[in-house]
Structure formats: structure tokens, C-alpha cells
């Protein structure tokens, strides 16, 4: 690959980049306690909370980097930061 | 090369005289320069400004030091700056006054000549405006440039009535300073 | 190589230079046009603006913006999306353009500036030399220098066709002394539309922002790719080199009107002396050079046209037979003492078979005049530096003893 003038590139670079691999706690839904407030979502610094057909949310592992925003700030405790296992 | 300096006050026109003279000059085929001594002035403050004639076209871009013709749009001037300064001997002064040549000395054997234009620019322009009238004067009194080219020049700068009724005072001046080189 | 003008006076008409570059700028066709006014540049974009809203220039937009540092910012996002920019500056707005200048040349983006070349504060002056872009040598920016209001008019089509040449995309400034130039009236051709509608075709680049086709412009280079970003700049200058050339041939070609390449050269073939400068001064010296010559004197001169790319192979063969080489300077080097010109020229001919004396001379200061007797007394120094050697490398002129 040799650059571009400017080093102009296509957009998206990031997918590429799967910042899933930083992660050292990774953050579980209890959908016992969730109350599809949508929180968790527009928190995500990652846009690594998506959204189900049924309103409620799965995580999405590959780029999520457990940084704990989401369950710091869901307001039903309903995200629990487990360690990883490596 | 001919170089002439204009000395006047901030607001009188010695800028734009000096541009219309390279205006005019080019117009009669030949090769000219204007510029001024530029500065931070202020309306009333001493200003100066340069015009170069020549056959050939001008590199030179240095100030002028040793004038062929000086213009002094304002007598009360004479006091305040050394208006002759550097002229050649074979040079001209016009100084726009009332008062005779004989009035005026200087340290130099340049020619005096003198042309009321405050008066001249009254009596037509309606206004103490005097650059347009001085140039007239000074067609006359060096014949470098056609009268006609001077009002073209200045009738092209002020379209409409301002341009016609300088015009009209370029001549008035024109008739009178040759009247007086006789 | 001599300098080439059918004085075709029928075509001439007497303008200022600040209009004259002006119109130039609009028959190059721009589409955005952004400046912060600023003496003794302010005539060139109030006659821009003028013919703005008498819709002169079709297709363009002026931004309004409130400091130099915003219009260039402007230009960049303007320029990547393939639009043709203009803006003109001077000393002070140039200074705070400086850290957008190395973003303009690192996105490689073709743009004309307009340098009118003024002194640096403090203390504050407004008058001509050229500190302020020789101050912005290194952010990558091609540097022109123009000596007389045609020169710095037709130089605008010349730099647009340069700096958007796929194989050059960098921007480019022209460069024109303040005052002298900028507000001279002479006589000159007004840039012709029908022939610079055919010398310069639009900008057309691949790479632009455009919602349709999205990019990623001002990408990141960490330490594993900065170097091959400046490497390939440099490769971009060293083809400017030709393109300088080839710009000036072809504008020859169409428009019968030629300046020199990246340098041009006035009576130095058999030159034992070869006075070396940029700009307005240029005018001064050729003066200077016909009157020495006609006293018998062997001078020439040497105009150095393109400043960076820098033309060091055109200046060796130039210089290759002369005695000693004299730099005029209008601007410093506090705390080496020199020029940009002689410090350059120096450095050019170290590590060569060329070992003739290089001096150097800090000229025109803050607008400081210079007479043809001060060039004279340069030449009787350079004179001496044959006969005995070189007794100070670089000096300044016509200082004032009693101010010191």
C-alpha cells in the first residue's frame, strides 16, 4: 500500500481495528432488570451497544473495549463488568 | 527619464495627480511610473508623491532624489518641508499661489513658476481642489503631456459632471501658465 | 537568457499593481476566495470583493472571516473539495497563517497566495521587506518572487498551473514587495482571459470531499509512515522544478511574455561580479548593471524567481565563471547574520568544484530606500573582495551610525 497525496484513504478505517482485544472486564446484561431505557446506547463511546428486535440490547464483543461507562451509569444496575478470561 | 514630485497635505490628491499623469503619459506613447512616498498619513499631514516619464520602459524602484519638476499643491508647505530639495538645476518649481515667483527663493537655480489654482479650482470645480488644476499648469509649463491627455485621464477617472468641469479648469490653468511662459 | 516582452503598448494600460493582480486572480477563475485585510495588501482583496458583487467572478465565494488564520483554515477545507482558492496576505496575517501553512502542504493541496512582502513587528512597520515569507521557508510551500506588477500578475496563472500539476500538489505563494509593487502605477497587460482560459484548465483531482464519495482527509502518520509524507514532499518540490520551467515556456508560448524559469539571468556570461536577488529590487539593478557595464565593469545579475523549490543546479551553471557572488538580502537571520539568499547560495556551492567568495548584503529593511549609488557601493566591495579577499561575509547597508 503506498500513500495517497495527503495520505487520503477511504473511510472506515476503524472496522478494521477491533478494539475488542483491549478489554480486560466485559460488561453482561441482566434482562431481568433492564428497562430499555436506551442509556447504555447513546453512553457507548464505541458504538458497541446494539440494538435487538426485541427493544432489548447485546454488546457487540469485537469492538467493545470494557471501558465500564455503561454499567456505571445504567440506573437499574442492570450491566454487570465480569474479568476476562485469557 | 523625466521624475517629478508632488508635495501636498493628506486629502488633496497629490496620489491620485501622480497617477493621473502616468494616466496621461502613457496615453501620449510614453512609458510611466507613479507611486507614493507611502505612509501612515493622515488628511492634513505632508504627503509627497513621485511620477516617472520615460521612452523606454522603467525599472528603476527607487524614490525619486533628484526631481526634473516639483508640484506644490499647498504653500504653507514651503515652511515645513524643503520642497526644492535635490531639484536639478535645469528644474521647474510650480507652486499653486497667488503671489508672484519672485516671492518664492530657494536654494537652487531651478525655474519658479506659480498658478493660483486655489483660485482657478473655485471659480469652476466650486471646490478648493487643486491637483486637476496644477497638472493643467503643468502641461504648460514643461509640455511633457498633452492637456488633452490629462483630461481624458482625469474625465476617466471622475465620469460625469466632476470629470467634465476639472477638464474645464485643466484648460483654464493650461491657458494661463502658458500665457505666462510668453 | 534574456528577458522577453513584446512591448505590445496597445494592449498596455496604466493600472496599480494591487489590480492588476486582482484581475488576475479573476480571470484564473477561483471558486473561493478568503482574506483578512491587511496593509498593504488590502487593495488586492477590495478589488476582489468589488468584483464579487458586481458578479464578475462567476462560480466563487468570498468568505468573510475574522483573522488570516481563519481564512487559510477556510481554504483548506475549501480546497479539499477540489475548489480552486485564493487568498492574499502580508508580515503579520502570514505570520499567524504559519501553523495552517504546514497543514496546507502536508494535505498537499493546490492554492495561490498572494505574499505582499512587508516587515515583521515589533517594532511595527508596515513598509516592504521580505522577513515575513522568508520567515515560512520550510512549511513546504512553493515561493515565487515577481519584480515588476506584470511579473506578479501573470506569476498567479503561472503558480495555479504549477501547485495543482498532479505531479507537483503543493500550494504556492507569490511573492510581490509591498508598496512598491502593490501600489505602483505602471503600465502593464492585464492578464488575458481568452488566453488563460486556454493556458489553465480546471483543477481536476480524484481525490476531493464529496458526500457521494466519502473520504478521510488529515489522516494520522505515526513514526512508521511520517518520514515517506515529508520524503515524498520533497520528491513533489524536486518536480517542481521543471514545472517552474515549463509553466514560464508555455506562458511564453501563448501570452509572448517571459520572466525566467526558476532564476533568470541579465549580463552574467562573462560577469566577473553577480549580484543575486529577489523581487522589486530586481528592476534597480538591472538599471544598475547597464550604467557599471557602460563604465566597463563586468557585472551581472542573477534573479532568483523560484525560492524554494530551491534552484541550486540553474544557479552553480549560472555563477560557474564569475569571480564572487554578492547576495542581497531583505531579510535576516538574527544570530547568524545572514540572508536567506546568502546562506543558501553558500550552502549550494560547499561540497562542489565552485570556490569562488560568496558576500552578502541586509538591504531594505522596514522599507529602507535603495538608490542605484547604494548598489554601486556594493559593487566597489564585491570589486575589493577580488583584489584582497573577503573582509566581512555579510554586512549590513546604509546603516545610520548616529542611531547606534
Not at chain 3, 483573522?67 to 481554504?75: G, I, K, P
Not at chain 3, 517594532?123 to 510551500?141: A, F, K, L, V
Not at chain 3, 506578479?152 to 507537483?168: F, G, H, N, P, T
Request: hydrophobic share 40%; proline share 4%.
Amino acid at each position: 500500500m503506498s500513500i495517497t497525496p495527503g495520505g487520503i484513504c477511504k473511510p472506515g478505517t476503524t472496522i478494521s481495528n477491533k478494539t475488542g482485544g483491549w478489554r480486560n472486564f466485559r460488561p453482561i446484561y441482566d434482562y431481568d432488570k433492564c428497562t430499555k431505557c436506551k442509556l447504555c446506547e447513546l453512553l457507548c463511546p464505541d458504538m458497541s451497544v446494539l440494538e435487538r428486535e426485541d427493544g432489548y440490547y447485546d454488546f457487540d464483543y469485537d469492538y467493545c473495549k470494557g471501558c465500564g461507562l455503561c454499567a456505571n451509569e445504567c440506573p437499574v444496575d442492570a450491566i454487570e463488568m465480569i474479568l476476562e478470561e485469557k | 527619464m523625466k521624475e517629478i514630485r508632488i508635495h501636498g497635505r493628506g486629502g488633496q490628491g497629490s496620489v491620485t495627480a501622480a497617477e493621473l499623469l502616468a494616466v496621461a503619459a502613457f496615453a501620449d506613447g510614453k512609458f510611466s511610473q507613479a507611486f507614493p512616498a507611502f505612509g501612515v498619513e493622515r488628511r492634513g499631514a505632508p504627503v509627497q508623491s513621485f511620477t516617472r516619464l520615460n521612452d523606454k520602459p522603467i525599472r528603476l524602484r527607487s524614490q525619486v532624489y533628484q526631481p526634473d519638476y516639483v508640484i506644490v499643491q499647498d504653500p504653507t508647505l514651503i515652511e515645513v518641508v524643503d520642497v526644492a530639495y535635490g531639484i536639478k538645476d535645469t528644474g521647474t518649481i510650480i507652486i499653486n499661489s497667488e503671489f508672484n515667483p519672485e516671492n518664492f527663493k530657494f536654494d537652487s537655480n531651478a525655474k519658479v513658476m506659480t498658478v493660483d489654482a486655489t483660485k482657478i479650482a473655485l471659480d469652476i470645480i466650486g471646490r478648493p481642489i487643486v491637483n486637476t488644476v496644477l497638472m493643467g499648469a503643468f502641461s504648460a509649463a514643461t509640455k511633457q503631456i498633452k492637456p488633452e491627455s490629462i483630461a481624458n485621464a482625469v474625465k476617466n477617472r471622475f465620469p460625469g459632471k466632476i470629470g467634465e468641469k476639472n477638464a474645464e479648469a485643466i484648460e483654464k490653468a493650461y491657458s494661463i501658465t502658458m500665457e505666462a511662459t510668453v | 537568457m534574456a528577458i522577453l516582452r513584446e512591448a505590445d503598448k496597445d494592449k498596455m494600460t496604466v493600472v496599480e499593481g494591487s489590480y492588476a493582480v486582482a484581475h488576475a486572480v479573476k480571470v484564473c477563475r477561483p471558486h473561493v476566495i478568503s482574506a483578512y485585510p491587511i496593509t498593504p495588501q488590502t487593495h488586492i482583496v477590495e478589488e476582489l470583493s468589488q468584483f464579487i458583487a458586481d458578479g464578475e467572478i462567476p462560480n466563487c465565494a468570498y468568505m468573510n472571516v475574522e483573522s488570516e488564520f481563519s481564512a487559510l483554515s477556510a481554504l483548506v477545507g475549501s480546497a479539499a473539495t477540489g475548489a480552486r482558492c485564493y487568498s492574499a496576505t502580508t508580515s503579520q496575517g502570514l505570520a499567524l497563517m504559519h501553523e495552517v501553512l504546514f497543514n496546507f502542504s502536508g494535505l498537499r493541496l493546490p492554492m495561490v497566495m498572494t505574499i505582499v512582502n512587508r516587515a515583521l513587528s515589533a517594532p511595527i512597520n508596515i513598509w516592504n521587506d521580505q522577513q515575513d515569507s522568508i520567515s515560512q521557508r520550510d512549511t513546504g510551500w512553493i515561493q515565487l518572487y515577481a519584480e515588476d506588477i506584470q511579473e506578479a500578475s501573470d506569476m498567479i496563472a503561472q503558480a495555479y498551473k504549477i501547485s495543482e500539476d498532479k505531479d507537483v500538489l503543493l500550494p504556492a505563494m507569490v511573492c510581490m514587495d509591498g508598496f512598491i509593487l502593490s501600489h505602483v502605477y505602471e503600465p502593464l497587460v492585464l492578464l488575458e482571459e481568452d488566453l488563460t482560459n486556454e493556458y489553465l484548465k480546471p483543477y481536476e483531482t480524484n481525490y476531493k470531499l464529496d458526500p457521494k464519495n466519502p473520504l478521510s482527509f488529515g489522516a494520522f502518520a505515526d513514526p512508521s509512515s511520517y518520514t515517506e509524507f515529508r520524503y515524498l514532499q520533497q520528491q513533489a518540490m524536486d518536480k517542481a522544478i521543471n514545472k517552474v520551467e515549463e509553466a514560464a515556456d508555455e506562458f511564453k508560448e501563448l501570452y509572448g511574455r517571459y520572466y525566467g524559469g526558476v532564476i533568470d539571468t541579465y549580463m552574467t556570461e562573462d560577469a566577473d561580479i553577480i549580484l543575486c536577488a529577489m523581487g522589486s529590487i530586481i528592476g534597480t539593478l538591472r538599471d544598475v548593471v547597464d550604467n557599471l557595464r557602460s563604465n566597463g565593469k563586468k557585472v551581472g545579475l542573477l534573479k532568483v524567481r523560484a525560492f524554494r523549490p530551491f534552484p541550486a543546479e540553474a544557479i552553480k551553471q549560472a555563477v560557474s565563471n564569475t569571480s564572487v557572488i554578492v547576495a542581497l538580502d531583505k531579510n535576516i537571520s538574527i544570530g547568524l547574520n545572514e540572508g536567506a539568499l546568502l546562506t543558501e547560495l553558500k550552502s549550494i556551492l560547499y561540497n562542489t568544484n565552485l570556490n569562488m567568495p560568496v558576500i552578502g548584503f541586509s538591504i531594505g529593511h522596514g522599507g529602507r530606500d535603495i538608490p542605484e549609488k547604494t548598489i554601486e557601493d556594493i559593487v566597489q566591495k564585491a570589486e575589493n573582495v577580488i583584489k584582497s579577499g573577503i573582509s566581512h561575509e555579510s554586512e549590513f547597508v546604509d546603516l545610520r551610525e548616529d542611531l547606534i
